[in-house]
């Protein structure tokens, strides 16, 4: 088993039928689903501690450690990847599986030799069966064959560091267009307070000195009083 650092959580388990026994599934966080070790080899007559060596000593084969509930029970069991289990079969010593299993995985094994074969034909452009290359030199294809194999690999690795640089200049571009964006609502913010402050001080302003300029009431009873008493001293004299 794998350290507990390393231990993924299962999002979903389901047990399945698989060469007339039943396999637990489980789907991890990452969406990929895996299949229970200790079902496969049970299945089919394994040893799971072999089989688990054989599968960690193999670049092409997955093994993840997943916790699962079980018998009311969480447990971390083995898990192999679902996309490497025609790889696993292939791997596969026939003599050692459970006689019942031994037919059924016997026919999947030559099903799945026969399919790459097929398309190694195809890659290289060879006859499936070396009995019909008519002339050796007819070989010269294989290692013309693998270099565009090579290739195309290297074209496909630098679309996809170009699609990663695409997605990270992508991300960051977004997160500028956000923080303009930002700055602009605050920019307007700022200038519809200022307008609205000029507004109200010019408003404010205009009040004042209207009130200023007019003349107080008390001026014009006094300047009647003084007109009036002048008038009635002339009529005296």
Same mark, same amino acid.
């Given at each position: ?57 193999? @670049? ?89 194999? @090579? ?87």
């Amino acid at each position: 088993m794998s350290d507990e650092a390393s231990v993924v959580q299962v999002v979903e388990q389901l047990p399945i039928p698989l060469f007339d026994g039943v396999v637990l599934a489980a789907r991890t966080k990452d969406g990929q689903i895996h299949l229970s070790l200790r079902d496969l080899c049970t299945t089919i007559g394994l040893d799971t501690t072999s089989q688990r060596r054989r599968i960690r000593a193999n @670049e092409s084969l997955h093994l993840t450690s997943i916790r699962v509930h079980i018998d009311r029970q969480f447990r971390t069991l083995d898990f192999l990847l679902l996309d490497d289990l025609a790889l696993w079969i292939l791997t596969l010593q026939t003599a050692r599986i459970h006689p019942e299993s031994q037919s059924r995985v016997s026919y999947i094994k030559q099903y799945l030799e026969t399919s790459v074969r097929h398309a190694f034909a195809q890659l290289t452009g060879l006859p499936e069966t070396s009995r019909q290359v008519e002339d050796l030199r007819e070989l010269d294809r294989l290692d013309r064959a693998l270099e565009l194999l @090579e290739q195309l690999n290297e074209r496909q690795s630098t679309i996809e560091r170009s699609q990663d640089r695409a997605r990270i200049a992508f991300r960051d571009l977004a997160e500028l267009v956000r923080s303009v964006q930002s700055r602009v609502q605050t920019l307007e913010a700022q200038t519809r307070l200022r307008l609205s402050t000029r507004q109200f001080s010019r408003a404010g302003g205009y009040s004042t000195s209207a009130s200023a300029s007019a003349p107080t009431p008390s001026c014009r009873p006094h300047s009647m009083t003084m007109r009036f008493s002048s008038s009635k001293s002339s009529t005296d004299r």
